[in-house]
Each structure stands twice: as C-alpha cells, then as structure tokens.
C-alpha cells in the first residue's frame, strides 16, 4: 500500500531554516515524479519544486529558487526539502505527492498532476 509521511514543519522567524521529510513506502520510485507542494490560506495549492529520479531533473517555482533544495536518499525511498532564508509569504501547509512521469516535470509541477499525496504539515514563519 502507498503511504507518504511528511514530518519537518514548525515556527519560524523570517530568515531562519527549516528542513522536511516525506518517506515514501510501497512504491519504487523509478518512473516516478515526486513532488513537493503547499497552500496557504485562501490560495490554490501552488508547486514548490519536483524532481523526476530516473531523468534526473529538478523544476524549482520561482519564488523558492535559491532558498529551497530538494535532496533524496533513495535507499530509504525518503525526499527532503530543505528550506532556507524562510519568508512570511512561505507560511503555508506543506505536501508531498507522487505520481507517473506523464509529461514534462515542469508542466506537472505548476498544474499540480498527482494523485498520491501525503498528509500536510504547518510551516509559519512570522516575525
């Protein structure tokens, strides 16, 4: 059975780090997109950056482009999203998700094509 776990969230202040997790169990992730997403309040759920193992491509969303990193150890199927330089504006509910590779890591990125996905945790940065 496909179970992704995320852990990692917490409080932060503006400029300090933060580093999740998301262990993905029951899939082998070859051919696999893995994705991570959030959603803040009253805003649609936005790609932060996803990362297709067997091509070996990384699409980071601009607005995280280099504060965020996406890093994975496959040997215990497990990807992580460390994030630095944290902002008030990336105070939002964290996701992972998974799905095929069926069209350009970009494009399943920013239109949000998966349909596995984790339970959310909290990232808040406030001042």
């Known amino acids: 059975q496909l179970q992704l776990v995320v852990s990692g969230g917490g409080e932060v202040h503006p400029g300090e780090s933060l580093r999740l997790s998301c262990g993905v169990s029951?899939?082998?992730?070859?051919?696999?997109?893995i994705g991570w997403f959030r959603q803040a309040p009253m805003k649609a759920r936005e790609g932060v950056v996803c990362?297709?193992?067997?091509?070996?491509?990384?699409y980071y969303g601009d607005s995280v482009k280099g504060r965020f990193t996406i890093s994975r150890d496959y040997t215990k199927n497990t990807v992580y999203l460390q994030m630095n330089s944290l902002k008030v504006e990336d105070t939002a509910i964290y996701y992972c998700?998974?799905?095929?590779?069926?069209?350009?890591?970009?494009?399943?990125?920013?239109?949000?094509?998966?349909?596995?996905w984790s339970q959310g945790t909290r990232v808040a940065v406030s001042p």
């Open positions: 998700a998974v799905h095929p590779n069926i069209t350009t890591i970009q494009a399943m990125c920013v239109q949000v094509i998966f349909d596995y």
């Open positions: 990362i297709d193992k067997t091509a070996g491509l990384t």
């Open positions: 029951g899939l082998d992730l070859d051919g696999y997109v």
